[in-house]
């Protein structure tokens, strides 16, 4: 039975110094009391093992009506509650089992040759815009560019639209934040408002479209069709895979470049041998993660290491902390573009494992590898570098790259 150690340190990332480098606090509470409560009332938990266990456990939900707090938090805000509860992330079987088979077989594009060209092609005009740049912010104009880009080509989204998208899925995405502001709820709720009527009106002109292919279409020509009118489930997802199809891409581009730079000897191996970039994706998942965090709330008694939890109470997962056990990771501290094999929680685990994971795969891959040849000779600002403060995702919010270059 747990027993708090009153000289254990606690979950606190407000402590000066985490967002910019939160691994040492993972490690002094893997090292003290790798299960314990934080002052926002939910159990976190840091080794690998305990996270992996209640990843795949059926008897931890990732539907928060389940959590006994979720009524007082979001009972002023319907529209952000109706989200939560019906999308494929926060929804379990029988209903998640047809829900994630619905999406992932219209998600997934009739050609990954044709999507490969033209996120190639993106990286490649990207890429080429910062050529001529004595220096620029990697994140707006690069990391964030090219997944934001690609998503609303997916979509079949007018770039003149872009922006606003943007903005209304960064509202959104806000929600899976341990502790959102009453502001950060109303701009959710606004965002789900104007998103859900800005894509309700897309399916609408979809209908009148020939011989379209895309994957709004793709939504239309599924059995799930005459739930856009009346829609319970459509329009969250589209709304959640829209935000989920940028904000953790754009994160791995960002943080994979800053851990290369950071490593320089890793740079010149990866430049030399492009054949591992796979390996390196995975690497970069594992040792400087998108997402840092996943919550799952017990719906019966479950003993987790020598902790019993009971129905209702909310666990939060760090994922980041788990991907740089020692336990589980050989030298988990350093970077090695090599290292296999590499079973990372970046993506979850069991049913509710990442169902985009491959498009962010497939565009790290492309983006970082072009970016690492095109760059040969640059390095970062520090005093233009700034970490986003966020619990959930890590990433940069600037990063200032100075192509040397361009002095010669």
Not at 260 to 271: A, E, G, K, W, Y
Request: proline share 6%.
């Amino acid at each position: 039975m747990y027993q708090r150690n009153l000289k254990a340190p606690r979950f606190n990332p407000y402590v000066p110094g985490y967002f910019d480098n939160p691994y040492p606090f993972y490690q002094e509470l893997r090292d003290c009391e790798p299960i314990h409560k934080s002052f926002m009332g939910s159990w976190v938990l840091t080794r690998y093992k305990d996270c992996e266990e209640i990843l795949k456990h059926p008897d931890f939900s990732s539907d928060l009506r389940y959590w006994t707090g979720f009524e007082k938090r979001y009972q002023n805000k319907k529209l952000v509650a109706w989200m939560l509860n019906h999308n494929v992330l926060n929804v379990d079987p029988p209903v998640h089992t047809d829900l994630r088979n619905y999406l992932k077989k219209s998600f997934m594009p009739t050609s990954i040759d044709l999507l490969t060209k033209k996120i190639t092609e993106i990286v490649d005009e990207k890429i080429g815009n910062l050529k001529a740049k004595e220096s620029f912010d990697l994140i707006s104009e690069f990391a964030l560019a090219v997944p934001l880009t690609t998503i609303c080509y997916i979509f079949d989204i007018p770039l003149s639209y872009m922006e606003q998208a943007k903005q209304w899925s960064i509202n959104v995405s806000n929600l899976i934040e341990p502790l959102p502001e009453m502001s950060t709820l109303n701009g959710a709720n606004q965002g789900i408002i104007d998103f859900a009527a800005y894509l309700k009106q897309r399916l609408e002109e979809k209908e009148l479209e020939e011989d379209a292919d895309d994957f709004l279409t793709s939504i239309l020509n599924e059995p799930l069709k005459k739930l856009v009118d009346t829609d319970k489930y459509v329009l969250p997802n589209l709304i959640m895979l829209f935000a989920a199809g940028h904000e953790t891409t754009v994160n791995l581009i960002g943080n994979g470049i800053y851990a290369l730079l950071n490593n320089p000897s890793q740079m010149t191996f990866l430049r030399n041998h492009p054949e591992h970039i796979e390996l390196a994706i995975e690497e970069f998942l594992r040792y400087d993660s998108s997402q840092q965090l996943a919550w799952r709330v017990a719906t019966k008694e479950v003993m987790i290491g020598d902790h019993l939890f009971q129905p209702g109470e909310q666990v939060m997962l760090l994922l980041g902390s788990a991907n740089r056990d020692p336990r589980e990771f050989e030298n988990p501290n350093q970077l090695d573009v090599t290292r296999s094999p590499n079973r990372h929680l970046s993506f979850g685990r069991g049913r509710h494992q990442c169902m985009g994971a491959w498009l962010a795969r497939l565009q790290g891959k492309i983006a970082i590898q072009a970016f690492c040849q095109a760059f040969p000779d640059i390095h970062y600002d520090t005093d233009r570098t700034e970490w986003l403060s966020k619990l959930s995702f890590r990433g940069l919010k600037r990063f200032t790259i100075v192509n040397n270059e361009y002095f010669q």
